[in-house]
C-alpha cells in the first residue's frame, strides 16, 4: 500500500462480527483487491478463495499455501464443490472467515459483472453471517503509481444474520448483495 501510494479508508469495521466467523462478498476490480482486503481484515483469521492459476505460480503459490487461502478451479465444478466444502469446514470449525468476490474475475473498472450464486452456498451450508463490502478506486492504485496518490475505499456494507436469508435461494442472496454493493459504489467518489 505504501508503495503504490494508496490512501485506504475502511469504514464500517465495527458491523463485523466479533464472536463468529463469517462470509465475506465484495465485488471485485482488481488484483489488487486481495491486498487491500488482507490489510483490512488483518484482525480477523481470514481465508480467500482464489483461482487455482495463483496458487501454480512457484513463489506465490507457496505464500497462499502458508497462508490456508482456498484455491478454486472455475473450469471444474467437482472442484468448485471441494473448495466450497473447504470454506464451509473452515468457517464451522472456527478456523477462519472466508473472503470470496462473487464475480468470480476482476472487472478491471466500475463496472460489476454478475455474480456467481455457488459463492454464497458456502454461507448457506455454513449457516453464518454474510458480510457484505464495496472495494472502490483499487484497480486505480497499480496504474497511478508511483506517481499519483491513490483513494481505494474498503466499506463493510451491512451484515446479513443466517435468521435473515435462510428461507432465501443463493439467487436471492446474490441479487440482494448485488444491489447494496452497486449503491454504494454508486455513491463513492471515482477517478
Avoid at 465484495?26 to 495463483?54: C, E, M
Amino acid at each position: 500500500l505504501m508503495v503504490t501510494r494508496t490512501r485506504l479508508y475502511v469504514r464500517g469495521m465495527d458491523k463485523i462480527p466479533q464472536d463468529q466467523k463469517f462470509l465475506l462478498v465484495s465485488n471485485h476490480q482488481s488484483w489488487f483487491d486481495a491486498i487491500v482486503g488482507a490489510w483490512s481484515l488483518r484482525a480477523y483469521p481470514t481465508s480467500f478463495v482464489l483461482k487455482k492459476s495463483l496458487s501454480e505460480i512457484f513463489v506465490l503459490g507457496k505464500y497462499l499455501h502458508a497462508c490456508s487461502y482456498v484455491s478454486i478451479n472455475r473450469e471444474n465444478p467437482r472442484e468448485g464443490i471441494k473448495a466450497i466444502n473447504k470454506s464451509v469446514e473452515k468457517i464451522t470449525n472456527d478456523a477462519a472467515s472466508i473472503v470470496i468476490f462473487p464475480e468470480g474475475t476482476r472487472s478491471g473498472g466500475y463496472e460489476m459483472g454478475e455474480f456467481h450464486n455457488g459463492s454464497f452456498k458456502i454461507a448457506t451450508k455454513a449457516k453464518c453471517p454474510i458480510v457484505v463490502c464495496c472495494l472502490q478506486n483499487s484497480f486505480m492504485a497499480p496504474k497511478r503509481a508511483p506517481f499519483k496518490a491513490t483513494n481505494v475505499y474498503f466499506d463493510v456494507i451491512e451484515v446479513i444474520s443466517y435468521e435473515d436469508y435462510k428461507d432465501k435461494t443463493t439467487q436471492e442472496i446474490s441479487d440482494y448483495c448485488h444491489k447494496l454493493i452497486k449503491e454504494n459504489a454508486d455513491s463513492l467518489p471515482k477517478y
